[in-house]
């Protein structure tokens, strides 16, 4: 249903707004491409965020559902997509990175520690910031299905790492 997909809380050290922009270069591409952002923030940001959609003119390719309290939705709206959009600027273990991951999504993020220590495989990483790179990151792996179901399944061989008798 989705071509991509970020799960997480709307602030900007999440990279949603950059979101915008990387999503606008995708959809130079792929006009019908659609990307799901499931998560909450304070009215501002949301207010934000939904006007620099209307701007980009992108209000039929992105879908914000907001909080999703119901975790077999979340885990049916991330099975149902091909990309996993992680802009996240700070170095941190992400809970929503493993859960996307042990959905067998492929992820693209920002080369920050996180990536390369946590997690090995399953991912693609581009320079901070640079949205460009970021989208053609994204369409490589919608392009090519067998290179983004091969990083799908060393996602999910990755994040099985952190299963809970293992991690104990």
């Known amino acids: 249903k989705y071509d991509g997909i970020f799960l997480g809380r709307l602030h900007p050290t999440k990279g949603i707004f950059e979101l915008i922009d990387i999503w606008k270069n995708v959809v130079r591409d792929q006009k019908n491409a659609k990307l799901a952002i ?3 923030g304070t009215d501002d940001i949301v207010s934000s965020l939904k006007k620099r959609i209307l701007q980009s003119n992108l209000q039929s390719n992105i879908e914000l559902l907001g909080f999703i309290e119901d975790s077999d939705k979340v885990y049916s709206i991330l099975k149902s997509g091909k990309v996993f959009l992680d802009p996240e600027h700070e170095n941190g273990w992400s809970l929503v ?3 996307a991951m042990a959905c067998k999504l492929p992820v693209v993020a920002y080369n920050i520690q996180i990536f390369g220590t946590a997690f090995k495989q399953g991912f693609i990483t581009v320079p901070l910031h640079n949205t460009n790179k970021y989208a053609e990151a994204v369409l490589r792996l919608l392009k090519n299905n067998e290179e983004r179901l091969q990083l799908a399944k060393k996602a999910y061989a990755e994040v099985s790492k952190f299963d809970w008798k293992q991690t104990s």
């Open 38 to 40: 499931i998560g909450g």
């Open 97 to 99: 990175t493993c859960e």
